[in-house]
């Protein structure tokens, strides 16, 4: 892993940084940014983490998750974006959008037009782009820059890190495990982080109440064999009736991936009468990002994600419309090319 040198001239050099990441965060995004904020106090620089949507609630355990904030309280030397390329991904306020004197991105999404992109729109920010697609996690990123830039490593910092490495791996069971990734996570351990509970807090414990919209998802799902396709729909109504929210779904898609046979799993969940919420994750090769990006999402080939804004029964048919579209032209293992 090559760090760019103007990344760290540029860490050592700037003094106030508001760190952020991508709407619907999740561990590796939080653990990111809380270890990337951690190393940085340490190395006497101001630093705030933003989550304008909030902190979900599964993270409020981690160390510095208290001092999470919705709006920034100064304005940064530079914005740094972890686990996200993109800014009209990152969940920031807009004025930051667009004040940001200079924004650097650490990523390993395989998506490299961020800066171009944002240069077509006539933005003058000056931007500092690392991506890594290669990482399991932008955590593994973050390990690399502390250590280039000599921050010594604590249990705090190491246990944010370790939850970035577990969610974006599911607890090393991905295909993006790596030696070098376990090799990573066992060093973690030396400091004393707890692998049984950060398990647990990440992906296994759920509310009595999320258990039953578990439920209701499960009864709900539809799965087409002929082509690999596993979905179901979470509505407004669903939320209301079990008094959950939108964060009480996080790795629910997994249930329907898990489905013997299943290529793409689909969870389409209702926000806001028009504001459709869509995670996607496949298996054998499916890139589902493509179909992400179609909807002005993101993610990575196997799990990814997007908004649409359109009612649930428009969207529903939109996505699903792609996604078969997309399982028609990828055949099946042990199929289609010799
Ligand atoms: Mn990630």
């Not at 106030?16 to 904020?37: M, N, Q, R």
């Not at 351990?189 to 509310?207: K, N």
């Amino acid at each position: 892993m090559r760090i760019p040198t103007n990344l760290l001239l540029h860490l050592k050099s700037a003094e106030k940084f508001v760190i952020a990441s991508h709407v619907s965060p999740e561990g590796d995004a939080i653990g990111s940014a809380l270890a990337l904020a951690m190393g940085l106090k340490e190395l006497g620089k101001r630093v705030e983490v933003v989550c304008h949507d909030g902190l979900p609630k599964r993270y409020a355990f981690l160390p510095e998750s208290d001092k999470v904030r919705r709006e920034p309280s100064f304005e940064p030397d530079s914005l740094v974006l972890v686990d996200c390329a993109d800014l009209e991904r990152a969940d920031i306020p807009d004025s930051l959008k667009q004040n940001a004197k200079s924004i650097v991105v650490i990523d390993h999404h395989p998506y490299k037009n961020a800066k171009r992109r944002s240069a077509q729109k006539g933005e003058a920010n000056d931007w500092v782009v690392w991506v890594e697609p290669r990482a399991a996690a932008t955590g593994e990123m973050i390990v690399a820059l502390l250590n280039a830039l000599k921050v010594p490593m604590t249990k705090e910092i190491a246990t944010c890190l370790y939850v970035a490495l577990i969610s974006d791996t599911g607890v090393f069971h991905f295909s993006n495990t790596t030696p070098k990734t376990l090799r990573l996570a066992a060093s973690l351990l030396e400091y004393g982080v707890d692998p049984q509970e950060l398990a647990y807090r990440v992906m296994e414990v759920r509310s009595f109440a999320a258990t039953q919209l578990l439920g209701r998802m499960l009864s709900k799902a539809k799965f087409e064999p002929a082509l690999g396709l596993c979905w179901s729909v979470l509505t407004l109504k669903d939320f209301a009736q079990t008094g959950t929210t939108d964060e009480d779904t996080e790795n629910f898609v997994n249930f329907l991936r898990a489905v013997d046979g299943t290529r793409v799993a689909v969870l389409f969940r209702e926000i806001e009468p028009k504001h459709i919420k869509v995670s996607f994750r496949s298996r054998e090769g499916v890139d589902v990002s493509a179909i992400a990006r179609q909807f002005g999402g993101g993610g990575h080939p196997a799990a990814a994600g997007c908004r649409v804004h359109q009612s649930l029964r428009s969207a529903v048919e939109a996505v699903l419309g792609a996604v078969r579209k997309s399982l028609l032209s990828s055949p099946m293992e042990g199929e289609g090319s010799p």
